[in-house]
């Protein structure tokens, strides 16, 4: 399945949360609108289990699924792809084990030249961020918004926009260059339909 080139990026909000919430949760978001989703979870309980239903969710939509952080999950459950960190492993590694038509997206924080690299070795997208306070990584260094623009110049894969994002504040990501929005709580922390069609008036302005 292919990367979108523009659109809303669900990634999922897991804990406290059982299985069947996670599942409806991401459909409601796909009946929404949502592009694409990231299966991310920090404190799994069945991760397989719930990765290959996600799959079969999003694939029944024809939506693709990315799996965040684990190569060999995203194999195991038959997902579209990967999303790595800085401490996940090399792009050239995760292409070999999930093929050429996998889609490997990549954290690019605040640095063009890790995009500029990354697409080099192959990468389908790169992503930055945080560029506003985020519940989910309230740590992360920000970003700014020049290296959006920087990076939609010198890039010619998708770039993707990620960390506190907000239908209030998200405007400004795509006018400086962002392709995707990448969202977690904005999406689920209220109620994932209604929220997604409010990301999606940003793209049609």
Do not use: W
């Not at 523009?6 to 409806?24: C, E, F, M, N, P």
């Not at 397989?48 to 190569?71: M, Q």
């Amino acid at each position: 399945m292919k990367f979108p080139m523009r659109g809303l990026y669900a990634i999922t909000q897991t804990d406290h949360k059982s299985q069947g919430t996670v599942i409806d949760e991401v459909e409601a978001a796909i009946r929404g609108g949502t592009a694409v989703v990231q299966y991310r979870d920090k404190n799994p309980r069945d991760a397989l289990a719930l990765a290959r239903e996600l799959v079969r969710v999003c694939h029944r939509h024809n939506v693709p699924l990315l799996v965040n952080d684990d190569v060999e999950l995203a194999l195991q459950a038959g997902a579209d792809g990967v999303h790595l960190g800085k401490d996940d492993g090399h792009i050239g590694e995760a292409r070999e084990r999930l093929g050429a038509d996998a889609i490997i997206g990549l954290s690019c924080y605040n640095s063009l030249d890790r995009a500029l690299e990354a697409q080099t070795h192959g990468a389908t997208y790169a992503a930055f961020g945080r560029f506003f306070p985020s519940n989910s990584k309230p740590l992360a260094a920000p970003a700014q918004l020049d290296t959006l623009r920087q990076a939609k110049q010198a890039l010619s894969i998708p770039v993707v926009a990620i960390g506190g994002i907000l239908p209030e504040n998200g405007a400004q990501l795509l006018a400086a260059g962002a392709d995707l929005l990448a969202v977690i709580g904005g999406i689920f922390d209220r109620e994932p339909e209604v929220s997604t069609r409010a990301y999606l008036r940003l793209f049609d302005q």
